[in-house]
């Protein structure tokens, strides 16, 4: 009798998952994406401490201007002597506009090794509300610039969701010390999507800043184009 009573909460009686059971595996997830994401960040900065690595986390409390909703995102990651490097990050939002309560997340995780003259590979995991974990293993290069951080990324296999091959380009300035600069660029090339971020911020007292991000989504088979303008400050730890 036990059985057959999960049985029909997990399948309904036409085959259909009810409400209360979706928001019960919502939950599920979004509670293993936020202990996952916090345990990679405390990893990030305790391994510099026992292994010569250089670590940081920022938090990033923020408001979206269109969709008119909180937003927060965390990120942090360690650069090891070895050349191994680690990054991670998660934005945690409401999944509806005009909404105060939290309940989206969206996260990557991604460990790079270098192998030679700023050539390298890459593992990615991404997951999120309402979505299957993306992995994304493949190569990146970085280039040789002086004043610019610059890497180019190739993932040829994304497995787990829709399959895809995606291009991502990364770059990072900062001018005087002062103002922040940074713009992430991702093409999905079988699914013709793209998405990409641009930041500008001032930097003031070592650990606090405050500016503006603008995410935009793009699909080019559709021509539907998604802009979220954010405004934020960042904590840097």
Not at 36 to 60: Q, R
Not at 71 to 77: N, Y
Not at 142 to 163: I, N, Y
Not at 209 to 214: D, F, P
């Amino acid at each position: 009798m036990i059985k057959q009573t999960q049985k029909e909460l997990e399948n309904g009686k036409h085959g259909q998952k009810p409400k209360l059971w979706e928001r019960m595996k919502r939950k599920a997830k979004l509670f293993t994406a936020k202990t996952l994401m916090i345990a990679g960040l405390a990893g990030g900065l305790a391994l510099p401490a026992s292994a010569k690595a250089d670590g940081w986390a920022t938090v990033w409390p923020g408001y979206s201007t269109t969709a008119n909703r909180p937003t927060l995102r965390i990120e942090g990651g360690a650069s090891f002597d070895s050349g191994t490097s680690f990054y991670a990050f998660g934005d945690f939002e409401p999944t509806e506009k005009n909404s105060m309560r939290i309940d989206g997340f969206y996260g990557a995780a991604r460990v790079s090794q270098s192998v030679y003259n700023g050539l390298g590979l890459f593992g990615e995991m991404e997951m999120g509300t309402g979505m299957q974990n993306i992995y994304k293993p493949g190569i990146y290069y970085a280039l040789p610039l002086e004043d610019w951080f610059v890497q180019l990324r190739l993932a040829p296999w994304m497995m787990g969701g829709k399959e895809d091959v995606q291009l991502a380009a990364y770059m990072s300035k900062t001018f005087g010390g002062v103002l922040s600069t940074e713009l992430l660029l991702k093409a999905n090339l079988l699914s013709q999507t793209m998405y990409w971020e641009f930041a500008a911020d001032i930097l003031f007292a070592e650990r606090f800043s405050v500016g503006s991000q603008l995410r935009m989504f793009t699909d080019f088979q559709t021509g539907h184009t998604d802009v979220t303008p954010v405004a934020r400050v960042g904590v840097r730890f």
